[in-house]
């Protein structure tokens, strides 16, 4: 599986809530946000899908695209493709290959992967697309950390950009652990936070060391490291476990502006990198998914990537603040729809 990174854009929605709205609705906020990004009523995982992909495919040719790999949990339909609504308003072949996926968080690290092996050609591109906005009930804990973000990646083959140099992958059963019954829209769990804890350290830290194992590299090897951000102490504390340097995860940690992001969790930390890694720059970036399953991946500098004038430094400044009874008519809407 050869191949690389030639561009990447992202989008964040407009609308923020911060801490202090759930502090002042519910006495507390559980999770360590300062603000999340809010989708806004006319917006869900197309829309920013395809607000990330014309970014970024105004730095390529988009007829050159022959793969389409499309991640979210929260696509608007359970039955219908969304990759095809996606295509069409990107301009793409109709003879492009599509894959969706959405089962879990990973999703958005199972995209590359899966763009990666379906590339072909030095001349054919793949574009790898990463929209979510999970949503859990109001009066929940989940509720508190879950954003909504989408972002976007050009892959082509042969040499230059960002190189993947290989991935690990791990899979196992941890029952009830973040959850969405079929039929449901909203996510749920066992509410022990100790189990879901341990289950995201064990697979995370398990699937980076045999990363690492298997290129024969250490820590230190890295510049750059992109751990899942589901919560922002518990990443900082399991890279600290396996070996990483705060000045090695900084860059790549912005769960505390956005939220949980759900399959961008670590894609949007991976395009804040890119946004500024140098050529020889080494990059690990990890994907989770709940239930629960782990991949790591690596990748080196060759080149910068091409990027929109507006990186994600503008969209996380874009922003106007929302009420918390405001952020309830939006959830309200989605349970009308």
Known sequence: MAGRIIACATYVPFLRLTRAEYRKAWGRCAADISEKAVADFDEDAVTMAVEAGRQVLALVDAAGVRVLALASTTLPYAEKMAAGTVAAALGLPEKVTSVELGTSARAGTEALLSALALLGGEEATALVLAADCPAAGPGEDLDHALGAAACAFVLAAGSGGVEFEGAASRVTERLGE???????????????????GEAYAATVGAVVRDLLERLGRRPGDYRYVVLPQFDGRQTASLGRRLGFTSEQMEAGLIFARVGDTGVCASLLGFCAVLEQASPGDRILVAGYGSGC?????????????????????????????????HYLKLRLKEQLL
Do not use: C, N
């Open 178 to 196: 973040r959850f969405v019954p079929r039929g449901a829209v909203r996510i749920r769990d066992v509410g022990v936070r100790t189990y879901t």
């Open 293 to 325: 399953g782990g991949q790591a991946l690596s990748f080196v500098v060759r080149e910068p990537v091409l990027r929109p004038p507006h990186g994600l430094h503008y969209w996380l400044e874009r922003k106007r603040y929302i009420d918390y009874l």
